[in-house]
């Protein structure tokens, strides 16, 4: 941790200078830049950064890449989805369906009354909670099942990227309940707030703003605590922090399911903002894309990921209107050219060849050899890389 005016702060200068910025841009910059249509593609932009928010703690710091992470982004989309379908759907909203009071596609799908686990989600007050704690809840008894049993690396991804799979043909095979393939849309209000207007997104865009900001203080707090110096040990030699007494898939488990609850927060967000929640969101391919948003803009930087989501998803929004059809080929060809010459990511771009002429001030710092880390003990943990 830094010291700042004798006592111990969990930012260094620099950080709160990243974070300053940030906000700099995100609240006066690009509203004052950007028509009403584009700060809304910006504001969905916002959400998928919640997830990439996770991920540097889980894949970055600890080393637990998850190939799963739409899963829980898409957990807290319908958990969010739920309560404002419900909400649109008042007995006077659904007066021509065969059972008035229930959503139209449980109508369609010839249900006749509100299944037991959406009745909960009348409440307001339920839905918030449900959408931190329900994808933290799938990714606990995940964890658990996995950890415990050492199962990492490459087989740990594997299985979530299964997981995404099989969550989605759940989703569209339970039409009835989940809305099918179409997902749950036609989402109107907001305790009688009408979120389709543009006045009601831009302020929604602003919500979604400062959620960003204090989770990216929380992931500052995590990663600046013994927990993250404890996550980075454990990442480059587990079996030396194993040894020393700590109970590593406690710590895994832990951090799955802080990202878990990252990402969820995000759903919510992108829920609210665009109006719908669809399986296409859960899948593999949203999966992978948003772990290639914290690959380029650095794993290991916590702002670096929020760029490198702003930057692969504005590029993938204009080339995508120019060149439909080779934007797939574009985003291969970045992850490619991330993972062979710049693996740090923008971050690292900084890192190296701007920050060292910018001072100290700026995380501008000499260079130094590496050092292995030193073992960690019960009583102390072991130092966090820069």
């Known amino acids: 941790m830094s010291k700042a005016s004798g ?3 969990f930012l260094r200068p620099q950080d709160i200078i990243g ?26 932009y916002l959400t998928y950064a919640f997830v990439a928010l996770g991920l540097v703690l889980c894949w970055g710091y600890a080393g637990i890449l998850s190939l ?54 009348k ?32 087989y740990f991804a594997i299985i979530t990227q299964a997981l995404a799979a099989i969550m989605t043909i759940l989703i569209i095979g339970q039409q009835g309940y989940t809305g099918g393939i179409n997902g749950i849309t036609d989402l109107r209000t907001l305790h009688g707030w009408d979120i389709r207007t543009d006045s009601a997104k831009t302020i929604l865009y602003f919500v979604c703003v400062a959620l960003l900001i204090a989770c990216i203080l929380l992931a500052f707090y995590v990663k600046s605590s013994k927990l993250g110096r404890i996550l980075v040990a454990m990442r480059d030699k587990e079996d030396r922090v194993r040894f020393s007494g700590y109970d590593v898939s406690s710590f895994k488990i832990f951090v799955f399911c802080l990202a878990a609850s ?40 916590i702002l670096g990921a929020i760029y490198g989501t702003l930057v692969v998803n504005w590029a993938k929004t204009s080339f995508s209107e120019s060149f439909p059809e080779l934007w797939l080929f574009g985003l291969g060809g970045l992850f490619i050219a991330v993972v062979l010459i710049f693996p740090n990511g923008i971050a690292g771009l900084w890192q190296t060849y701007i920050a060292p002429h910018l001072g100290p001030l700026f995380g501008g710092v000499a260079k130094r050899k590496a050092t292995p880390p030193a073992p960690p003990s019960p009583g102390t943990a072991p130092a966090a890389a820069e």
């Open 7 to 9: 006592r111990t702060f």
């Open 19 to 44: 974070i300053v910025v940030l906000a700099f841009i995100l609240v006066v910059v690009l509203p004052l830049t950007l028509d009403n249509f584009r700060l809304q593609f910006v504001g969905k």
């Open 68 to 121: 799963g992470q739409g899963v829980f982004f898409g957990l807290g989309g319908y958990c969010m989805a739920m309560f404002l379908k419900l909400e649109a759907s008042s007995p006077a909203n659904t007066k021509i369906q065969t059972t008035p009071g229930i959503p139209d596609f449980m109508d369609w799908n010839q249900i006749t009354e509100l299944p037991w686990f959406w009745e909960p989600f």
């Open 123 to 154: 409440s307001f007050g339920f839905t918030t909670v449900a959408v931190v704690l329900v994808p933290a809840f799938f990714a606990l008894v995940l964890g658990y099942a996995m950890f415990k049993r050492r199962v990492g690396g490459v």
């Open 262 to 301: 990252l990402s969820a927060i995000g759903g919510a967000m992108f829920t609210l903002q665009v109006g719908f929640m669809s399986p296409s969101f859960v899948g593999i391919v949203p999966s992978i894309e948003m772990v290639i948003y914290t690959a380029v803009g650095g794993r290991l930087s």
